[in-house]
């Protein structure tokens, strides 16, 4: 399993960015996927999920209706749409993949969630 994160690097405070997950090697349309982000000397945490089929979203308080989260099952992929950016936002993302089957609910708990990517990271500069 391979899940990829592409969309990194530097944007002023107020701009926009979209960050793209492509999976690799599983069955994308039975994982759940999420986005996690770790600041630096902070520990990760969830900002937003998506269901397998894309009917049911959650977010993280602070990213509420700043950033949507979307996927793309024919295309194995994942986005996450992040507006209105603040220095806070700066992290390392991370996109995982969390198998759950039989049910509509989204995850927001990082040790449910079965493979990772390698993270990318962006700045936002003021």
């Known amino acids: 399993v391979q899940l990829q994160a592409f969309g990194g690097g530097l944007v002023q405070a107020g701009g926009s960015l979209r960050l793209s997950c492509a999976a690799s090697?599983?069955?994308?349309?039975?994982?759940?996927m999420g986005w996690f982000r770790q600041a630096p000397g902070k520990e990760r945490e969830f900002v937003a999920g998506?269901?397998?089929?894309?009917?049911?979203?959650a977010y993280e308080d602070s990213v509420e209706g700043r950033f949507t989260v979307s996927r793309d099952n024919a295309k194995n992929t994942v986005y996450l749409q992040m507006n209105r950016l603040n220095s806070e936002d700066t992290a390392v993302y991370y996109c995982?993949?969390?198998?759950?089957?039989?049910?509509?609910?989204?995850?927001?708990?990082?040790?449910?969630?079965?493979?990772w990517g390698q993270g990318t990271m962006f700045t936002v500069s003021s």
């Open positions: 998506i269901n397998r089929s894309g009917t049911r979203k």
């Open positions: 090697g599983l069955t994308f349309s039975n994982y759940n």
């Open positions: 995982a993949a969390d198998l759950r089957l039989g049910t509509t609910i989204v995850i927001t708990s990082a040790r449910e969630y079965d493979f």
